[in-house]
């Protein structure tokens, strides 16, 4: 069974940083690409950030040079460093994979507020 597991949030001033880990199980991690997305509140779910098995890295343009995205695959490990946050950052951020063989998974999220 694939589990994703999210941590790192928090309470955070604007201009802050924080680091979100997804520590993953059940599956071969290092051949996945992985994603982060966000939800605010009253807002649909969007995508931040993805990179793939070669370590490519893509950002929605609202966080580029601010966030990065990065893997551990000795520890199958997913991060995303969020700098210089602002409050529309606020939201819960979700790791996701879509697998090869089938099935999409999702981490049961983590809260992030950025307070003025």
């Known amino acids: 069974q694939v589990l994703l597991v999210e941590s790192g949030g928090g309470l955070v001033q604007v201009g802050g940083s924080l680091r979100l880990s997804c520590e993953v199980t059940?599956?071969?991690?290092?051949?996945?690409?992985w994603r982060w997305y966000r939800q605010a509140p009253g807002k649909e779910r969007e995508w931040v950030a993805s990179?793939?098995?070669?370590?490519?890295?893509y950002y929605i343009e609202s966080v580029k040079g601010r966030f990065t995205i990065a893997r551990d695959n000795a520890k199958n490990t997913v991060l995303l460093q969020m700098n210089s946050l602002k409050p529309e950052d606020t939201a819960i951020y979700y790791c996701?994979?879509?697998?090869?063989?089938?099935?999409?998974?999702w981490g049961q999220g983590t809260q992030v507020t950025v307070s003025t």
């Open positions: 990179i793939s098995s070669d370590n490519s890295a």
């Open positions: 996701n994979t879509v697998l090869s063989t089938g099935g999409e998974y």
């Open positions: 059940g599956t071969i991690f290092s051949r996945q690409a």
